[in-house]
């Protein structure tokens, strides 16, 4: 019986090795592998998280250089989303990746310049306006009840691209500029854009999702 089941694992064993399911690094079964996304880059021309991460550290870099929103008397309220943040280009974009790298970013380097407002929480603000007003919670220990804080800024933006094809030889090319801006509120004006803009070359294709 104990040689049979050594025959089996014996055989299981190279099965897998046959198909070619091998472990990577020696890690144990059931470990995680991460993989760092620049080290081992796809072979495509699209946004990768490489240029997300780029993208989002130059800008919170820009505008934290802007004495417009840092030097300004108080501390403007800026908010941060994906909402008016537009994708223009060829590629299936999480615009929401983007604004999260930024929110993060600036709120660790804000330093008391600014506030960051997260307008994406509104429905859970209101929700529980709601519950204290019903008397279901009490208020805050810290804030107290009112009205949610309106903004001075907000962001703005786009993603734009060309895309250039070699007919039958799958060797392409991508330009991408993307643009973000903070608009002042009332008045529309903009107290600071910014851009970022990079090209890739590749003779593979890749699926973006």
């Not at 002042?184 to 590749?202: C, H, I, M, P």
Request: aromatic share 8%; with cysteine.
């Amino acid at each position: 019986m104990r040689q049979s089941l050594i025959g089996v694992v014996s055989v299981a064993a190279s099965l897998l090795l046959a198909t070619g399911c091998s472990r990577i690094d020696n890690e144990p079964w059931g470990d995680p592998t991460n993989v760092d996304p620049p080290s081992q880059p796809l072979p495509g021309c699209g946004i990768d998280s490489k240029e997300m991460r780029a993208a989002a550290d130059r800008m919170a870099r820009s505008i934290m250089n802007e004495p417009e929103v840092v030097r300004r008397e108080g501390r403007p309220r800026i908010v941060l989303d994906e909402k008016y943040f537009r994708n223009e280009s060829t590629q299936i974009v999480d615009k929401g990746l983007f604004t999260d790298y930024l929110r993060v970013d600036l709120q660790r380097a804000a330093n008391g310049h600014f506030d960051v407002l997260g307008r994406n929480y509104d429905d859970m603000v209101e929700s529980e306006r709601q519950s204290e007003d019903n008397g279901d919670v009490t208020s805050g220990a810290v804030v107290e009840s009112s009205k949610r804080l309106g903004w001075d800024y907000r962001l703005g933006g786009a993603i734009r691209s060309i895309t250039k094809v070699v007919p039958g030889s799958g060797a392409r090319s991508s330009y991408f500029m993307i643009t973000f801006e903070l608009v002042e509120r009332g008045s529309g004006r903009l107290v600071w854009s910014d851009r970022y803009e990079f090209k890739k070359v590749a003779n593979t294709s890749v699926i973006y999702r």
